[in-house]
């Protein structure tokens, strides 16, 4: 007997309400390209820098790289001819390598206001030096020996205000020191905090995430808990609460954290918020240390640090990830990409990929914030790395848990391409939402509290009230976290049409103060639903 195929209309009916109050599934997005597949290092360390070249290293002990040095030259002391630095200019998808002298392994950086990176620290022979990167076509890496008070391993830098930068911590280095010094004898401050969130045997508070607060002050987070801090008096301001789970977040029990984005409202930012996301639980250090890799922690939590009675509010994200790298997109969104799903940060200690970077959206509801995105097909494991680039596309590159390079019969072999992640505001079909910037020309001086006309173009129909204007700090990424990173939102962005069918203008505000954009180089986008254009640089003075 045949079965019916008959259902009741009332049956139908209520079907058809329940599909139309389900929760739409996240749908993915974006797109990857492979741009290299060799660049004959292992991108471990990456800075872009304002001529759109990105600047990159890993370690010179690694053994001989695959970029020889040019023109035969070797390093000092050295019989490795190859580089362990290079620069990528992304205009012609090409490298040029470069010749770092001392080892540059776990250091770190900071973009100066002239656009030359440097870069502090490192290992063994470069516990010390500070390294200098003006980039030209000739141009190649400057050391400074003991141009740093302490040895700097793992530690973070941010630029100040005064166009100085502070360099925070570092392996047994529980105390923080400024660069260009003021003085051959200036004092190298201790920093209790340090110490305080040093767990025994693991650490977990190395690469601490480092943000400036607009009143001119350093917000610290290391471990689970953090700080407001005035580093001119050494003085803790404020002491936040613990995060509710009280897990790790910092390295080895890699998270990343960034500065949601900055909306300038006159003189001010009056809402100031941090999202801290992943990491791994306590004991998992030890435990991979034995060959027993715990699950990643799956959690973000976010707190408005600006608040007189700040808490943290725990959310959970689709995918559990360590050692994932948390990227501010000219839209204001957040992306999460990189890292593996089990283990810690250190050589042979993370497992399972994680191949999927995720979106989340500041701005929407508690539920609705975040998206999982297209894989990727190359496992980004330890020492991978992840830049903002003027186009709006992430690079992509790194991958190395071994202590030296290991292509083959090895879980994750080292890895030496170069990729790009476009998210979905690059997609064609929104091609005609896109705008791009007529005026200013690109490199053009912005003056502290100045109006700034903006021109610029979209092709396709234009919602005047959903245009908005935002500046990026370029950052200095490394080990999960991208140190410099903020966002602003300028003030204004009322925009109107001005010449023919496709030609508008957008009037803002520059950013009032150097505590909120240090002086420097930023990109600047127009950003029209959600949909930004590419960049062009502007030096803020």
């Not at 997005?29 to 800075?47: D, E, K, N, R, Y």
């Not at 190359?378 to 991958?399: E, F």
């Amino acid at each position: 007997m045949a079965l019916s195929t008959h259902v009741p209309y009332h049956h139908l009916l209520f079907l058809f309400i329940l599909f139309l109050h389900a929760q739409p599934c996240p749908a993915a997005g974006g797109s990857w390209s492979v741009l290299l597949p060799s660049i004959g290092i292992s991108a471990m360390h990456m800075q872009l820098l304002p001529n759109d070249r990105v600047v990159m290293y890993d370690r010179t002990d690694f053994g001989t790289s695959n970029i020889s040095l040019p023109e035969g030259k070797c390093r000092p002391n050295s019989t490795d001819c190859s580089a362990h630095s290079v620069e990528y200019d992304v205009a012609s998808n090409s490298v040029r390598p470069l010749m770092v002298l001392t080892n540059v392994w776990c250091s770190s950086g900071t973009l100066m206001r002239d656009g030359s990176l440097v870069q502090t620290g490192g290992f063994d022979d470069g516990y010390r030096v500070v390294r200098t990167y003006k980039s030209c076509d000739t141009c190649d890496w400057q050391e400074k020996p003991d141009g740093l008070s302490k040895s700097r391993w793992y530690a973070s830098n941010h630029l100040l205000p005064d166009g100085r930068q502070i360099i925070i911590g570092g392996r047994k280095a529980f105390n923080y020191e400024f660069y260009p010094k003021m003085s051959a004898t200036e004092s190298t401050p201790s920093l209790p905090f340090l110490v305080e969130t040093n767990d025994p045997q693991a650490e977990n508070n190395l690469y601490p995430f480092v943000f400036l607060y607009p009143d001119g002050n350093v917000f610290i987070f290391a471990n689970n808990r953090a700080i407001l801090f005035d580093y001119s008096k050494n003085l803790v301001l404020k002491t936040y609460p613990t995060m509710p789970d009280g897990q790790p977040r910092n390295y080895p029990s890699t998270g990343s954290a960034v500065l949601l984005p900055l909306k300038i409202k006159g003189e001010t930012v009056t809402e100031v918020e941090v999202l801290v996301c992943g990491g791994a639980p306590k004991g998992a250090f030890v435990n991979a240390n034995k060959g027993i890799f715990d699950g990643a922690l799956n959690t973000c939590g976010r707190i408005k640090i600006s608040d007189p009675n700040p808490q943290w509010s725990m959310e959970t994200m689709p995918l559990a990830r360590v050692m994932g790298d948390m990227l501010l997109l000219p839209n204001g969104h957040v992306l999460i990409i990189n890292g593996v799903s089990a283990g810690v940060a250190g050589w042979e200690l993370g497992r399972n990929p994680v191949l999927s970077p995720v979106a989340y959206r500041p701005d929407n509801q508690v539920g609705s914030r975040f998206e999982v995105q297209n894989p990727s097909t190359i496992p980004r494991v330890y020492h991978s790395t992840a830049v903002l680039l003027r186009d709006g596309r992430v690079l992509v590159g790194g991958s190395n848990p071994h202590d030296k390079y290991e292509f083959t019969n090895v879980l994750y072999p080292t890895e030496l391409s170069l990729e790009t992640f476009s998210p979905s505001y690059l997609d064609s079909n929104s091609s005609g939402l896109r705008p791009r910037i007529v005026l200013p020309v690109t490199n053009s001086r912005i003056q502290y509290g100045k109006q700034l006309v903006i021109v610029f173009t979209v092709s396709g129909i234009v919602d005047l009230s959903s245009v908005s204007v935002t500046m990026v700090a370029p950052s200095f990424n490394t080990h999960s976290f991208s140190m410099n990173q903020r966002l602003l939102v300028l003030d204004g962005g009322v925009a109107s049409k001005i010449l023919g069918k496709t030609r508008y203008q957008v009037v803002v505000r520059a950013p009032p103060s150097g505590n909120i954009a240090p002086s420097g180089n930023y990109l600047l986008f127009v950003v029209h639903k959600e949909i930004p254009s590419p960049g062009i640089w502007v030096q803020m003075q």
